[in-house]
């Protein structure tokens, strides 16, 4: 039997996320018409071996009950919340829960971010595991670019064995083009050295050499146990050349939809075409109004209740539920906000952040929300919950906060 973690943060976390996680917690933000880590449980579920799935944050209950539920009625495994009562970083919530984990005994378990977006490869991931008897972890690692790589945890293997001699968490300098993707097999051995890194975390915090430690629980995960546990012959990383991104910024989510659109779209192509002219891949929600004039995609969904007028042309966006987008406007590079309405002949308009298509493995450079004059960077435009954009205005690379009824058009702006 095997279990898997989901890591989903808390209310602290994906602050460059706002104002999207304003209303909805980054993990439960709908892409390509799924929550987030819904397709985290879905490669889960897709192992017969993998009985139960632990979600680890310090969400309110109440944040994420109608999830679970939803969850554990759409999929035959246990579904379980654990809420950290503090924040207890990406390792001291695991250590914490434990025994949860270890309960009836599994093989392994999964390990997973919450923020990660992936062709997830479980089953050879699990596989390679079991192939080396002594390994305790075993992370998913992909390439990057060099000056792409020290923005995330880098490793250095060992050949053939493809043990992890290695690994530095955001390096100051470059380390290694082999980078970690937040996406683990574990042994419960592993507890073992988690009790003893939690021992020192705690040795330090009580001593008072914790260094800003905000909590006697806090431990990080990558920090603390994966980089002691490099060159002990325990650790070892499978390189895959599969589709992996992260979500931390609007611009992201938008790049993830296009790919979850491409691996998951079960819609029926033709059905979509009678409703209107489609450019794959888009997803309709079934309760959607769509007028069959509007032309919509590629890289397009369209939540529950939304209402989309004649003439209407939308592409690279994401409409979030209940939104109304008027007759003849157009919204490209941009999320509309559940119950947000763009006025007729209005256009709300972004700019693309994918990885640059001319640097093999680039990554998504998540650029911070200004640059050094103080300027908003372009990036995709984010209409908040119930903003009402006019009719004949233009908002180009703006960011607007929630129900805030604008009057004229904006340019590179955000709107408080
Ligand atoms: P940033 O670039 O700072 O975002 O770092 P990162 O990409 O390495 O991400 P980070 O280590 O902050 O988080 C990795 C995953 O762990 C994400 O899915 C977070 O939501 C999750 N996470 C981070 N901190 C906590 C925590 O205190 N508790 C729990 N349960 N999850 C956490």
């Known amino acids: 039997m095997l279990k898997a973690v989901i890591l989903i943060g808390g209310p602290q976390k994906g602050t460059r ?4 996680s304003l209303d909805t917690p980054k993990p439960l933000f709908p892409i390509a018409g799924k929550p987030l880590i819904q397709h985290h449980i879905e490669a889960c579920v897709k192992l017969p071996e993998c009985r ?58 999964f390990l997973l971010n919450g923020d990660v977006c992936a062709d997830f490869p479980l089953k050879q991931l699990w596989y390679f595991h079991q192939e080396r008897s002594n390994a305790l972890v075993t992370i998913m690692g992909t390439e990057a670019t060099r000056e792409q790589s020290v923005h995330y945890g880098c490793l250095v293997l060992e050949e053939p064995s493809k043990s992890v001699t290695h690994y530095v968490e955001k390096p100051n300098s470059y380390v290694s083009t082999l980078i970690n993707c937040g996406v683990y ?39 603390d146990v994966l ?21 931390k910024t609007a611009g ?27 450019f794959s891949e ?48 157009l919204v490209m590079y941009s999320v509309v906000g559940q119950e947000a309405s763009v006025g007729e002949w209005s256009r709300v308009e ?15 450079d998540n650029t911070p929300l200004f640059n050094t004059d103080g300027r908003l960077n372009p990036s995709v435009s984010i209409l908040g919950a119930g903003v009402v954009v006019p009719a004949e205005t233009i908002l180009l690379n703006s960011i607007v906060l929630p129900h805030k009824h604008l009057t004229r058009s904006f340019k590179h702006e955000i709107i408080l």
């Open 185 to 223: 097999v574990c042994s419960l051995n592993v507890f073992h050295i988690m009790a003893d890194a939690f021992q020192r975390k705690q040795d330090g915090f009580y001593s008072g050499n914790g260094q800003g430690t905000p909590h006697p629980g806090y431990m990080s995960w990558e920090q």
């Open 17 to 20: 996320f706002r104002p999207l």
């Open 227 to 247: 980089a002691p546990l490099a060159g002990t012959k325990k650790m070892y990383a499978m390189q895959v050349t599969n589709w992996w991104s992260q979500v």
């Open 350 to 364: 972004g700019t693309p952040s994918d990885p640059d298509p001319n640097k093999p493995f680039a990554k998504m």
């Open 52 to 109: 139960e799935i632990l979600i680890i944050g310090s969400y309110t209950t109440t944040h994420m009950a109608q999830f679970v539920s939803d969850m554990q009625k759409e999929y035959h495994v246990i579904i379980r919340y654990l809420q950290e009562f503090t924040p207890l970083g990406t390792g001291g919530g695991l250590y914490h829960f434990r025994d949860q984990i270890r309960a009836g005994n599994p093989s392994a378990f």
């Open 282 to 329: 888009v997803f309709i929600h079934p309760s959607a109004s769509v007028d069959p004039t509007a032309v919509i995609g590629p890289n397009v969904s369209i939540g529950a209740g939304v209402t989309i007028k004649a003439g209407v042309r939308i592409k690279e966006s994401i409409i979030l539920n209940n939104a109304t987008i008027h007759e003849h406007s």
């Open 252 to 278: 992201s989510a938008i790049y993830a939809n296009r790919h979850y659109l491409m691996l998951s779209n079960k819609q029926d192509e033709d059905a979509k075409k009678d409703i209107c002219h489609v």
